[in-house]
């Protein structure tokens, strides 16, 4: 079984600045996905932004990218120039794609709430 | 676009009562998945489905019943609820794991049971 790690239970970060959010995971598997959902005060959960594990290249999507570091099975999540609108907890997730048997199921961190102040 | 639709959004249960969570997708996905949230330990995946007429236990079952006897959707039944059962609770649908790895979320269902 995996386990996701999100050791940050809240951070906070200044209008316009960058912050990183961290997550470590715990796998035998070698082909899997690793995502960064995004859930603001809504509850609607959000996609952030995905990354292959076979693929070496960090995802970026706009404002914000991935350093993911296979071998330390580490997967941070960056967000540059931060917004008000931001402000969410974030959950780091890791999806099996070994076999036929994953069927996309998620195993989820505990959250990041992460506060952007103007 | 409808996409994940949950029914309802609040509940409120007394201790040994039950109730049923309706999920709907109109995005003709076959992987349909519940999940529940708590505060410190993220989305726990309750059960899923990987098709019509089809169910699996996922890593908290206990205490829940699903059916899905239409592609688009996917219950979530309570027979007896307990305290412990406070939850917010998600579904999600994904088309398949050839096509797409993206899962599509409903609102949540915020459920007290007192």
């Known amino acids: 079984a995996q386990t996701v790690t999100q050791s940050q239970p809240e951070m906070s970060v200044q209008e316009a600045e960058t912050v990183t959010l961290s997550c470590t995971y715990d796998?035998?598997?070698?082909?899997?996905?690793l995502f960064w959902y995004k859930q603001p005060p809504s509850r609607q959960m959000i996609l952030v932004i995905r990354?292959?594990?076979?693929?070496?290249q960090n995802a970026t999507e706009n404002r914000f990218s991935v350093n993911f570091q296979k071998a330390a099975k580490s997967f941070s999540l960056k967000i540059s120039d931060s917004q008000l609108g931001d402000t969410a907890m974030y959950f780091c997730?890791?999806?099996?794609?070994?076999?036929?048997?994953?069927?996309?199921?998620?195993?989820f961190g505990q959250g990041t709430i992460l506060t952007v102040h103007p | 676009n409808a996409g994940v639709t949950q029914t309802p959004k609040f509940r409120v249960l007394k201790t040994g009562q039950s109730m049923t969570l309706l999920c709907a997708q109109d995005?003709?996905?076959?992987?349909m998945y519940w999940y529940r949230q708590d505060p410190g330990m993220g989305l726990r995946l309750i059960h899923y489905s990987v098709g019509e007429g089809t169910t699996a236990k996922g890593e908290v079952p206990d205490g829940y019943n699903v059916s899905r006897l239409k592609k688009q959707n996917f219950l979530l039944g309570l027979e007896s609820a307990a305290p412990s059962q406070t939850s917010v609770y998600f579904c999600?649908?994904?088309?398949?794991?050839?096509?797409?790895?993206?899962?599509?979320f409903g609102q949540g269902t915020r459920l007290t049971v007192v």
């Open positions: 999600a649908s994904s088309k398949n794991r050839q096509v797409s790895t993206e899962a599509f």
């Open positions: 796998t035998s598997e070698n082909n899997y996905y």
């Open positions: 997730a890791f999806m099996n794609n070994a076999g036929g048997t994953s069927y996309g199921k998620l195993t």
């Open positions: 990354q292959e594990a076979y693929k070496q």
């Open positions: 995005m003709n996905h076959e992987y």
